[in-house]
C-alpha cells in the first residue's frame, strides 16, 4: 500500500520539530495531522478498520516520519507498539487482547506506563503496587516516560501482587484517562525528545477493573509470553528505527553544509579535505550496519522466525543500533564545527535527541547484563553474587 505519509504531511512536522523542542511542547499538530491521515491505525487488521501492516512494514513507516520529525515518531511509536502487539497476538489465535483493537479502531490512544525510578528491569519487575480486589486491582505508584501524556485515553502499564511474597506476580494494566487515583505530574523539562511529552502519572490506589488486566503472570523472565514479548519486541524495534531513521537524517544535513564550508587554508569547500572524508565515510559505515540488522529483526519477527535466543537478539539490535546513532550524530557534531553547538542548528537538535536512546528499555546495564547471561547459559533471574 501506499504510504499515509504525504511529503507535504512530513515537510510540516519537519517545519514543526524545532519549535516544539524549544517551547518544550507536544507535538499536538502533527499528531492531529497524522491521526487524521491514519497513521495511529496503521497496525490494525483490515477487519477493524486498519491495513494491518506487519511490524516489518510499520517499521518504514516509523522510519520515514523519524526522518522528519524524530520525537514525533518516538511518542506515537508507544500507541503502535499496543496496537501490533495486540494483532500480532489475535494472528496467532490469542484473543485475550482484542478489545485493544476495537478500542483503537474507536479512537483510543494507548500510551505506555513502565519506567519507574529505581527499576531498571522495566515490564519484568516493578516497584508499583497491585492489591486484588473485587472484580479487578488496586494499582499504586509513579511511572514517568510514558510520552503521549496530553492525548493518551488509555495507559498500559504493569505493577507487582507481592501477597505471596514467595511467588510475585507482575500484573499488567490499562488504566483509562481519568479514573480516580490517576493523576499527571507536569515534569518535563528534559535534554531531548522534548516533543514527546512524557510527564509522570501517578496511580493512586486507581482500581483497574478484570477487562483491562491484560495478564498475571510470574515476576521476571520466567513469566514471559507472546503478550510481553509482543510489546518489547514492537516497542524496541520502534525504538531502534526512530534512531536509524536520526542518523541517516545527521548525514543528510551535514554532508549538505560541508558542500558549501570553507577554510582559509583551502581553495575548495571542505569536502576535499582526507579527514572530512574520513569522518564522513565512518558516519555511512555505522549507518550501513544499522539498517540490515534492524530489517532482519522486524522480519524475522513478522514472518515467525523466533528462537529460544531472541530476547538477546531484540535487545542486542536494538544497543547497537543506538550506539551506532550516537557515534553518527557525535561524529557530525565534530565535523561541522563550532556551529554545530549553536541552537539554530539541526545538529544540536538531534544530537540531544539522540542521547535519549540509551535510556530506553533495555539500558546499557541491563542489555549487557541479558546478552551476557544468555551467552553463558545462566538464568536471566538469576541474582548475582559475590564473595
Request: hydrophobic residues 40%; aromatic residues 10%.
Given at each position: ?24 511542547r507536544f507535538c ?153 487515583g490517576v493523576t ?86 571542505m569536502i576535499y ?115
Amino acid at each position: 500500500m501506499a504510504s499515509v505519509l504525504s511529503q507535504s504531511l512530513l515537510d510540516k512536522c519537519r517545519e514543526r520539530a524545532p519549535i516544539y523542542d524549544r517551547e518544550n511542547r507536544f507535538c499536538q499538530e502533527d499528531f492531529d495531522a497524522l491521526k487524521a491521515a491514519g497513521y495511529l491505525k496503521l497496525a490494525l487488521p483490515k477487519e477493524y478498520g486498519g491495513p494491518g501492516l506487519t511490524l516489518a512494514q510499520l517499521s518504514r513507516e516509523t522510519r520515514l516520519l523519524a526522518m522528519y520529525a524524530p520525537a514525533t515518531a518516538l511518542c506515537i511509536n508507544m500507541h503502535n507498539y499496543w496496537v501490533g502487539m495486540a494483532a500480532d497476538l489475535l494472528r496467532g489465535g490469542d484473543k485475550s487482547c482484542e478489545w485493544i483493537l476495537k478500542e483503537a479502531a474507536a479512537g483510543e490512544i494507548f500510551a505506555a506506563g513502565h519506567a519507574e525510578h529505581g527499576n531498571d528491569i522495566p515490564g519484568l519487575l516493578s516497584t508499583t503496587k497491585a492489591e486484588r480486589v473485587d472484580g479487578g486491582y488496586k494499582i499504586t505508584g509513579r511511572k514517568s516516560f510514558g510520552s503521549l501524556t496530553p492525548v493518551w485515553t488509555r495507559m498500559g502499564g504493569h505493577s507487582m501482587d507481592t501477597s505471596d511474597p514467595k511467588a510475585p506476580k507482575i500484573v499488567h494494566f490499562f488504566v483509562p484517562r481519568g479514573t480516580p487515583g490517576v493523576t499527571i505530574k507536569d515534569t518535563w523539562d528534559v535534554m531531548g525528545m522534548r516533543a514527546t511529552r512524557s510527564d509522570d502519572t501517578v496511580l493512586d490506589g486507581a482500581f483497574v477493573p478484570d477487562k483491562y488486566i491484560a495478564r498475571v503472570i510470574p515476576a521476571g523472565v520466567a513469566g514471559v509470553d507472546m503478550f510481553v514479548l509482543g510489546f518489547f519486541t514492537w516497542g524496541l524495534v520502534g525504538f531502534a528505527n526512530v534512531y536509524y531513521a536520526l542518523a541517516m537524517r545527521v548525514r543528510e544535513v551535514i554532508v549538505e553544509q560541508l558542500k558549501t564550508k570553507t577554510a582559509i587554508a583551502l581553495t575548495r569547500p571542505m569536502i576535499y579535505h582526507p579527514e572530512i572524508q574520513h569522518g564522513i565515510a565512518e558516519i555511512t559505515m555505522d549507518i550501513e550496519t544499522m539498517g540490515p540488522h534492524v530489517e532482519a529483526i522486524a522480519n524475522d519477527w513478522s514472518e515467525g522466525r523466533i528462537g529460544p535466543d531472541w530476547f538477546l537478539r531484540l535487545v542486542a539490535m536494538k544497543h547497537r543500533t543506538v550506539e551506532s546513532a550516537f557515534r553518527v550524530v557525535d561524529r557530525a557534531l565534530d565535523l561541522s564545527g563550532g556551529f554545530g553547538m549553536f541552537k539554530k542548528s539541526e545538529l544540536e537538535r538531534l544530537f540531544r535527541d539522540c542521547r535519549a536512546g540509551r535510556f530506553h528499555p533495555a539500558n546499557p546495564l541491563l542489555t549487557h547484563e541479558i546478552v551476557g547471561k544468555i551467552s553463558l547459559g545462566i538464568n536471566p533471574d538469576e541474582q548475582p553474587r559475590w564473595g
